[in-house]
């Protein structure tokens, strides 16, 4: 009991903190889970992450749920979402009980326009760690530049794109393992 207590608390904290989806809550994630509490290496949470990102969903909770099942089985895929989106929800009922009256202060929108850079400025690192240890070869780094010309500049789907390097990755993996 006091692991999945652990495992909410844990989750709470980084749904407390993560601003602005997915990719800016990776260092938050990666420091919580692998550096202070050992629950998975670095490897695994870029695993979960990539899974996350492939499945229908949120990306911060899919990544939460399969860390909370590696630690509690379905029960602490469970506790790791609702920990995740607890504070969420707190925060946007309270948000949206005052955001009307106040959004129109200055003091406010310069306040979202400071989280907005800060949170792009945890995207960049996010997706410059992600790329430093996945991209390790030239094969890898022609997939990450041709997946990133797909989608930035001609409009290619996310969608096909995941299908196509992930069908892709089997065929390359058979052949390195075969």
């Known amino acids: 009991m006091n692991k999945l207590l652990e495992l909410y608390l844990t989750f709470v904290k980084l749904g407390f903190f993560t601003f602005g989806g997915g990719y800016a809550m990776l260092p938050l994630l990666e420091r919580e889970v692998v550096d202070k509490k050992g629950w998975a290496s670095s490897e695994e949470i870029l695993d979960y992450y990539a899974i996350g990102q492939s499945t229908p969903g949120i990306i911060a909770i899919n990544t939460a749920t399969f860390c909370g099942h590696k630690l509690g089985g379905n029960i602490g895929g469970i506790i790791a979402s609702l920990g995740f989106i607890s504070p969420s929800i707190l925060i946007i009922s309270l948000i949206a009980k005052f955001l009307q009256a106040f959004s129109h202060l200055a003091i406010i929108q310069h306040a979202f326009a400071g989280i907005r850079i800060g949170v792009s400025a945890l995207v960049v690192y996010s997706v410059a760690k992600m790329v430093k240890k ?10 990450f530049v041709l997946t990133f010309l797909a989608v930035g500049f001609l409009s290619i789907s996310p969608i096909l794109i995941v299908l196509v390097v ?12 075969a």
């Open 134 to 143: 996945n991209a390790n070869t030239y094969l890898k780094i022609m997939i």
């Open 166 to 177: 992930g069908v892709f990755g089997i065929l390359l993996g058979r052949r390195t393992y």
